[in-house]
């Protein structure tokens, strides 16, 4: 079996419902709830700030060098950066009128890799069944 593209494997994994970095009645909807792991899985939930994740991954960096990457405009690149720093992902640092952004803590690059390999097998599993049928 050769490799799927990503899509593919989106569409196979795709739940129902609204995506959780939309936004609704212009505001940033990211579900809330008193269980804190709630909040670190809600803040993960999305695509964008896990690439955000994984630039800082590599290094510190600041908002210019986040930008590009994403392809998006300054405002929601802004708002990953304040969701990501609320539920603890990120913190940040100022020098002069620059702001620098990094993980505090590398577990969350564990948690992102443990997640990687539970959706390529499950994956990996649905196909199989589709391809015994």
Not at 64 to 81: K, T
């Amino acid at each position: 079996m050769g490799l799927l593209h990503n899509n593919a494997i989106y569409e196979i994994m795709k739940l129902p419902g609204k995506h959780p970095c939309r936004k609704r009645g212009g505001r940033r909807f990211i579900p809330r709830g008193n269980e804190p792991r709630f909040a670190l899985f809600a803040a993960l939930a999305c695509k964008q700030r896990i690439t955000i994740l994984k630039l800082l991954r590599e290094r510190e960096k600041s908002t210019r060098e986040i930008l590009p990457a994403l392809g998006v405009d300054d405002s929601v690149v802004s708002r990953h950066l304040a969701t990501l720093e609320d539920a603890g992902l990120i913190s940040s640092r100022k020098e002069g009128v620059i702001k620098y952004y990094s993980v505090p803590d590398e577990r969350i690059f564990q948690i992102l890799d443990m997640a990687g390999e539970i959706i390529k097998e499950t994956t990996r599993k649905k196909l199989d069944l589709i391809n015994n049928l």
